[in-house]
Each structure stands twice: as C-alpha cells, then as structure tokens.
C-alpha cells in the first residue's frame, strides 16, 4: 500500500500551508454560501482529475496558449530565462526544469494567460479572507469548505484552519476528502468538520489502484469508521461517475454493498464526468491520462439510469 498523507508539519508550520484557490460564493460542496479553500498537494493521482494544478506539494506555473497575446513580456522578464517564444512565435515555450515559480512572469502578463498555483499563507490570512462573507453565510447556513488537493495531506494546516474557523469565527465547517490518510489524523481533522464530503470511486482495490495511483483499503476503513461515530446527517459519500471506469455493473453492485453494510446508511450523490480538467493538463504541459479514450461527459439520462441502479439495491440517491 502507498504511503498516506502524514502529520509532518511541527507546530509553528501548521499555521501555514499552500493555497491554490479560493473561491467564493459557492453554493456547493456543502450547505448554503460558502467559500472553498484549496489547499494544494494530493497523493492520489485520479485519471479524470479536474484540478491537476493542486497536485503537487509545490507551486506550479500555469500557460493558457489560449489567452496569450504573444507580446513576450513574461520572456525578458524572467530572472532564470526559464521562457521563451515558439519558433512559430504563436505561444510561450516554458522549461520547467528551470523554472522556480517565483511569478514574475504572472504578474507582468497582460491577459493573466500565466499564474503561478500555490501560494504560502497563514491560517490568520486565509480565515480574514473567509471571514469577509460571514454575513453571507448566517443568512444561508453556510460557511468554510476545504477542498484541494487533498485537506488530509497538509493535516497541520487543515486542522489550523477548521478549529480557528470554528472557535475564533464560529463559522460552519464542511471537507470535501478521498479519506486516504491514517486514522489519527482523520480523527484530529474531522472533529472540527460538520459536513464530510467523501469520494467513494471503486470498491476493487487493484482497480482503485489502477484509476487513483493509491490502494483503497484505507479509505474503505475510513469511511466504516466515520460511519459509525459520526452524528447522522453530518456525512456524504459521492460518486464520481467515470464512464468505463467504474459504471460497470460489477463495482456499481460492489459500491452499493458496501455502503448498505455500514452502520449508519449514509447518503451518496452520483457526480457525471466532465472534462474541466483536460485544458488544465495542458496548460502545465502535462498529458491529460484520458487523452484518447474517447470518453465523453454522461448524458442525464444515463446519470438517472445509474441512480436508479443504486436505488434499487438499497442506497439513497441525494442531490445537494
């Protein structure tokens, strides 16, 4: 089994961690307005991944050719002469093994076609920026999502944030997790979390292995775990629906046992695939892994069919 996420911060680092996004406003992942904070690096490795900018446990610099207006400022700006222009001068070439993200280049760029993802704060800095919308979220019920990445692989940070949010802001707290860490971190995290967003993606551990890089055993024990000792009510489980991934028959049966054989029967929403995140591949130049495949987005109808399915083996099918 791969190494899960592990307790390395000390005590004076966990007040700050990487941020690659905060987004405001949402009225997802969780109840009501709420404002998601990624933090960045995650140790699984999702084919279908939507925001491979949060990875890694660096920053990363991002290129939208699209946006570009090949003007090449960001070129003669950079302090390691890490860009340049394409012979055919209609995008910026960028080696990355010489790049150090230091964001030059980003903050000259005209059209914000460059941006550096990952940048260091303070639990202080990211829950002022939170607090901002604090009206927002009494009038709706909502509140601080953590989002990534992965929450669970920067323990030190995420737990900074949620307890600071909860007893210095009195602010509602929600995860959105792969559960892939071990149980005593879980449990220090999860204390100060009211909403637990869970993927469950495969129940088949080579399978799971094959599509997110990571053995399930862990995830599967974490989910039993928080099962039986969280309050009803308090915790999702989410399906990502990946056509020929795992909508067969087989792991959607396998998925529907094992959430039926928990001690509490938690409620599960069937996420369809898009392809959000193929455009973010390339703009690290990076391969997106479903290239090829000629997979595309499930209709709604093939959505109800699949919900139906887990209907009819005994799980409720919720929508948030």
């Known amino acids: 089994m791969e190494r899960p996420a592990r307790e390395t911060a000390q005590s004076g680092q966990a007040e700050r961690g990487l941020v690659f996004n905060i987004q405001r406003y949402s009225i997802h992942d969780g109840p009501g ?18 925001n491979p900018e949060g990875m890694d446990f660096f920053p990363v610099l991002s290129y939208n050719k699209s946006m570009c207006r090949k003007c090449g400022r960001c070129v003669g700006l950079c302090p390691r002469g890490a860009l340049g222009l394409a012979d055919t001068k209609d995008r910026v070439v960028i080696q990355r093994a010489s790049c150090d993200c230091c964001g030059e280049c980003a903050a000259a760029c005209p059209a914000d076609a460059l941006k550096v993802f990952g940048k260091s704060m303070s639990a202080r800095e990211v829950l002022d920026d939170v607090a901002k919308d604090a009206a927002f979220y009494r009038r709706s019920g909502g509140g601080l999502t953590l989002g990534g990445g992965e929450p669970l692989a920067s323990p030190g940070f995420a737990r900074a944030l949620l307890e600071r949010a909860k007893k210095d802001h009195g602010l509602d707290t929600a995860m959105e997790t792969s559960f892939f ?18 993927d469950i993606k495969l129940a088949d551990s080579s399978r799971h292995r094959e599509a997110a890089g990571v053995d399930n055993g862990l995830i ?3 989910i039993r775990r928080a099962a039986a000792q969280r309050p009803a009510g308090t915790m999702l489980l989410r399906f990502p629906m990946i056509p020929g991934v795992n909508d067969d028959g087989e792991n959607i049966s396998a998925v529907a046992e094992f959430i039926t054989g928990l001690p509490q029967g938690l409620p599960l929403e069937v996420l369809p695939y898009h392809e959000f995140g193929r455009g973010k591949f390339g703009n690290l130049d990076r391969e997106y892994p479903l290239a090829g495949c000629g997979m595309a987005a499930p209709g709604k109808e093939s959505v109800e069919a699949l919900e139906e399915v887990f209907r009819r083996k005994g799980v409720r099918v919720v929508h948030s």
């Open 33 to 50: 307005i709420r404002t998601i904070v990624f933090l960045k690096g995650c140790p699984l490795r999702c084919k279908w991944c939507s």
């Open 181 to 198: 860490a071990p149980p005593g971190i879980v449990d220090k995290i999860t204390q100060f979390v009211d909403h637990l967003l869970v």
């Open 220 to 222: 599967l024990d974490n």
